[in-house]
């Protein structure tokens, strides 16, 4: 089952979930172009809500394998590029382009602004258009994406999240995470305190 949004300037979202570990995808469209975030599992579920529109990259948020499961397989019936940021790159199977802080990735007329978060992994990123962010494992409700009783790695992600997502997005904007519901900012941001304290 897929939801479909609209995220104003004629960009179009639908969402699915996917595979044993409910990972969603993101198909974005606009002006007669699509990009997927995260070919995470089904790839025939993925190919079919793709379509006969054609897909112009994947953009993978980041290394774990249940997160590309079925990346080989759209991006060969596809031809679309597949972009990783560059710290990653080397954990997913097919890349053909790398992606860094503050690079923008096309779809249609409009541009999605990338933002590199360490913590969860070292070339994790966020995918940001006006008032969305795509957050990956990143950022969910309740709380940053999980690193294992790494201080280190939760230090970086909360100081990422907080300074890159939170510093500089207003309250309204929605987050579509990597797994489960979406959320908004202002919803979250009473709990980072918690968050850095808890320390998870």
């Not at 104003?8 to 997927?36: F, I, R, W």
């Not at 890349?95 to 070292?122: F, N, Q």
């Not at 690193?147 to 280190?152: A, C, D, Q, S, V």
């Amino acid at each position: 089952m897929s939801d479909r949004q609209d995220l104003g300037g004629g960009l179009t979202m639908t969402k699915v979930s996917v595979g044993p570990m409910d990972n969603n995808a993101y198909l974005l469209a606009h002006d007669g172009e699509q990009v997927l975030i995260d070919a995470a599992n089904d790839a025939s579920t993925l190919l079919e809500l793709i379509g006969d529109g054609g897909l112009r990259s994947v953009v993978t948020t980041h290394r774990h394998q249940d997160h590309w499961v079925a990346l080989d397989e759209v991006v060969r019936a596809t031809g679309a590029a597949s972009l990783a940021h560059t710290d990653d790159a080397d954990g997913i199977p097919v890349v053909t382009g790398t992606l860094r802080d503050g690079d923008g990735v096309r779809v249609g007329g409009v541009t999605l602004d990338v933002i590199h978060i360490v913590g969860h992994t070292p070339g994790s990123i966020v995918l940001a258009y006006r008032d969305h962010l795509f957050t990956g494992d990143s950022l969910f409700p309740g709380g940053v994406g999980n690193t294992r009783g790494n201080r280190k790695n939760f230090a970086s992600l909360i100081d990422d999240v907080e300074r890159k997502l939170f510093g500089r997005f207003g309250d309204d904007t929605v987050f579509h995470p990597g797994h489960g519901k979406d959320s908004t900012l202002g919803a979250e941001r009473p709990q980072l305190p918690e968050w850095r304290s808890r320390g998870w």
